[in-house]
């Protein structure tokens, strides 16, 4: 339930204002009010952390357990700006504060770090206890539609005074959650130059035949590799989707090439001196008694193989003629948004002393598999640090 009263006395007043739910809002909301500062939280839905909820459908993996610098490898063009970051929360410090909220985490068979539970929603109950009890105050239904001079004007008309405000709005992937990047027009509207979004962490189109898209849609490739990337993916009725896409989704959005192994724990040689005692077996009989292949894997030696011969580098370096990333508004995350040019190392716009910005509004991306969710959780860190700095004075 909200405490905000109706604007009839004028503008409310706020120590900090964070606008955003998600997991970068949150954390930088309890770094400033362990440091004893009055914190305000505003979000356009019914409850806060509703992104946060969504992301441990699947088991809410946290972090990864990969030792720096390995882990700071797969931010891409973000490396150094994002290490920077990681330098003041990184995945131990993450995998800390779950401890210190009662949740205790373990690793997976993948590196993954997981709650034991591997559910979201205790994990955030305890946190927003935790947060509660020094006094955070909660409001939700308000979305953020812009500025009345130095004012933040929410669309129930509800209007804040805030000392220092930290925008945490997400990119443009999840829409009916909140977000939806309006804030690239309300931001580009006062001189804050912003990268357009991209899809990231997303899958790509293709045109399949009909038969597969049929009888193959929805089956599983794992084991698999896409440009030397191991994991899992899915075809799907429009193409590709899965964690073993997602690191090559920069350079596949460029225009790079799509290549496909259907048999990671095989070399090439290999593949050839099996496939040299085929005989006079079919194909699709063959692959599937000799590499025991099923599903997907076998949909997709149909579909590129139909009267021709494979070889093993074939099979290994199947080229999946990709044409476009899925819309953005269906991706798990976004690329693109704030530079880092435009601001300073704690993450205050330079255009607009006393606003910062922190997770998926900036310009960087990641991978999933706790890269991601590890990086928003420390940019959070990082602009609550510089809120800290800036503000004059402490509850």
Known sequence: MSDVRANAEGPIHAQVAII??????????????????????????????????????????LTHSVA???????????????????????????????????????????????????????????????????????HTQHKWVGWSGDELVFENGVSVRADATLLALGGASWPQL????????????????????????????????????????????????????????????????GSALYPAVPALREGAPLYLDILPHFTAEEIDAKLATRGSRSLSDFMKRTFKLDGGKLGLVNEFFRGATPTGHSLKNLQIPITTPRPINEVISTAGGIPQAELTPKLELRKLPGIFCAGEMLDWEAPTGGYLLTACFASGVIAAEGMITKLPSRN
């Open 68 to 138: 720096r610098p390995l882990f700071d490898e797969v931010f891409f063009e973000g490396r150094d700006w994002v290490s920077r970051w990681l330098d003041s929360f990184d995945a131990e410090a993450l995998r800390e504060w779950a401890s210190s909220l009662g949740v205790e985490t373990f690793v997976g068979t993948s590196g993954r770090v997981f709650p034991l539970e591997k559910k979201a929603a205790p994990l955030l109950r305890r946190w927003l206890a935790h947060m509660r009890s020094k006094g955070l105050r909660i």
């Open 20 to 61: 955003g739910g998600g997991p970068a809002g949150l954390i930088a909301a309890q770094k400033l009010l362990e440091a004893g500062f009055s914190v305000d939280l505003f979000d356009s839905q019914r409850s806060v952390g509703r992104k946060f909820l969504l992301a441990g459908i699947g088991g809410l993996n």
């Open 178 to 241: 909140g977000s939806d990047a309006a804030w690239v027009s309300l931001l580009g509207a006062r001189g804050v130059e912003i990268a357009p979004l991209k899809p990231a962490n997303c899958g790509f189109n293709v045109a399949w035949s009909e038969h597969l898209r049929a009888r193959y849609s929805g089956s599983p490739l794992k084991p698999i590799a896409i440009n030397g990337v191991q994991g899992e993916a899915v075809l799907t009725e429009y193409g590709i989707e």
